[in-house]
Nanobody, 123 residues
Framework: VQLQASGGGLVQPGGSLRLSCAAAGLFFDDYAIAWFRQAPGKEREAVSCISSSSSTTEYAGSVKGRFTISRDNAKNTAYLQMNNLKPEDTAVYYC?????????????????WGKGTLVTVSS
């Protein structure tokens, strides 16, 4: 199983980025997907999750209204659209998969983790 996060980079405050999480080696339709982030010197925190059928999405309060999670099961890929980025969004972003066909999504336990992609928000 492989989860590959990509799309990170350097962006100015107020800018946008779209992260992708490409999955291989699993039946993507059976997995909820979550995004987490870890800023330097801080603990990892949950950012957003989406259920296997996209029926439910959840967001951390700090990103609600700015980030949008989505998925394309035909492409085995999940996305995190990040708008109006702030310096405090700077972190390594990870995607993770949870084997669940529930209409809800959860942040634990996660079955698989991908390597992170660095997002830096700075002028």
């Amino acid at each position: 199983v492989q989860l590959q996060a990509s799309g990170g980079g350097l962006v100015q405050p107020g800018g946008s980025l779209r992260l992708s999480c490409a999955a291989a080696g699993l039946f993507f339709d059976d997995y909820a997907i979550a995004w987490f982030r870890q800023a330097p010197g801080k603990e990892r925190e949950a950012v957003s999750c989406i259920s296997s059928s996209s029926s439910t999405t959840e967001y951390a309060g700090s990103v609600k209204g700015r980030f949008t999670i989505s998925r394309d099961n035909a492409k085995n890929t999940a996305y995190l659209q990040m708008n109006n980025l702030k310096p405090e969004d700077t972190a390594v972003y990870y995607c993770a998969a949870q084997h669940s066909r529930s209409i809800y999504c959860y942040y634990s336990p996660m079955n698989y983790w991908g390597k992170g992609t660095l997002v830096t928000v700075s002028s």
